[in-house]
């Protein structure tokens, strides 16, 4: 994987779900595996493990969960001043359950319940704008900004970024204010969405706004569309997805594909992205659908991380380029597995209150 060398640091700029992540693996008695997750937690956690630096902006709540993502954050140096923002809220938790099929392939779902007593878990809580007025002037001008929500404060920061000179990129999760929807895409350079979840977007086709249009298709690969100045490809361009010969969970292969594309694509800021060649596009989708293609040999959605060092995942990346298909010689089962309790925070606060009642009473 070869790309031009910057003396600084790229940085990217990023608010959305951030979540914590629990996988829990069927097959293994519920044993489950804790991480930070959420779209917009895993692209900045993968560009900080590719040597970004990374500002996820969130207002996180002091909570158990907290603790949780802040430690894997901070163990791949992501910065996390202004991930606990006012008015402060429950982090978000997002279950994934693996369950292998009678086939061997193994599926995952999601769920926003607790697997142990029902409780439905946080959701995302969008950033305010006022909260993100306050941070603005704290912020040094991102190479990127990426977001994956659309609200009146992510709207905001991909107006001034963009005002900037930043790189600004859009992961719609689904269905938003059509409103608030249209307005933002003036600001956006990077359009990527699922055709899975986003087959309402397909009026884009005609879109002049956005500089580049990816549209992912699943295990098909994915297809994109080029309005830069210097590319001269009229219409959709198809990419097929690198054969996969082991497949063990697929959550995250979209974030991969992301954080590929925009570590390949906008290292070097919008002046790169405008000036990209056809063939630079088309490289920059091949090394984010190798990232994507590569993470699905690892439980959740970033278990390869902690496995491979950065400079064995260059060498591996380069084996899929050049068509040698995804082959790992890595056991791709995390060990980083706990005995799972009830993790809603009702759940959480009814079993502390218990605890310090017990407490006192044998005190007494």
């Known amino acids: 994987m070869t790309h031009k060398v910057y003396t600084i640091k790229p940085s990217i700029v990023g608010t959305g ?19 930070a997750g959420g779209t917009c937690g895993n692209v900045l956690t993968i560009l900080s493990y590719l040597g970004w630096k990374s500002y996820p902006i969130a207002r996180m709540g002091k909570d158990a969960a907290a603790a949780t993502v802040l430690r894997d954050m901070h163990r791949w140096e992501v910065n996390t001043d202004f991930i606990s923002l006012p008015p402060t ?34 959701g995302y809580k969008a950033v305010p704008g006022a909260s993100i007025a306050e941070v603005v002037p704290q912020l040094q001008v991102p190479t990127v900004f990426f977001f994956d929500r659309v609200s009146r404060g992510a709207i905001e920061l991909a107006k001034v970024c963009n005002i900037q000179g ?4 859009f992961e719609p999760s689904g269905q938003s204010d059509p409103t608030l929807f249209s307005e933002v895409l003036e600001y956006v350079h990077i359009l990527k969405y699922s055709n899975e979840r986003m087959n309402e977007l397909s009026g884009l086709q005609s879109a002049l706004a956005p500089l580049l249009l990816i549209e992912t298709m699943g295990a098909e690969g994915l297809r994109y569309r080029s309005n830069l ?7 959709w361009q198809i990419c097929r997805a690198p054969k996969l010969t082991i497949i063990r969970d697929t959550a995250g292969a979209g974030d991969w594909c992301s954080a ?12 790169a992205l405008q000036s990209a060649t056809a063939e630079q ?34 060498k591996t990346m380069q084996g899929i380029l050049r068509g040698g298909g995804a082959q790992f ?32 009473k044998v005190a007494a």
Not at 20 to 32: A, E, F, G, P, Y
Not at 106 to 116: G, L, M, Q
Not at 333 to 352: E, F, G, H, Q, Y
């Open 17 to 35: 779900l951030i979540a914590l992540d629990v996988v829990v693996d069927i097959d293994r008695k519920n044993r489950s595996r804790l991480y």
């Open 89 to 122: 809220a429950d982090t978000p938790i997002v279950v994934e359950r693996l369950k292998r099929q009678p086939s061997g392939e193994v599926r995952h779902r999601f769920s926003w319940t607790c697997p142990n007593c029902g409780a439905w878990l946080p």
């Open 166 to 169: 930043s790189v600004v990129m």
């Open 229 to 235: 100045p210097s590319v001269h490809a009229k219409g």
């Open 260 to 271: 590929g594309i925009l570590h390949s694509l906008a290292s070097g800021g919008l002046a």
């Open 281 to 314: 596009i088309a490289k920059a989708i091949d090394i984010g659908q190798a990232m994507a293609a590569w993470t699905c040999q690892y439980e959740s959605a970033r278990g390869g991380m902690y496995q491979l060092k950065r400079r064995e995942l260059d």
């Open 329 to 360: 010689t890595k056991e791709g089962r995390s060990k980083r597995t706990t005995n799972l309790k009830c993790i809603a925070p009702s759940c959480v606060d009814r079993l502390r209150k218990a605890a310090v009642k017990n407490a006192t």
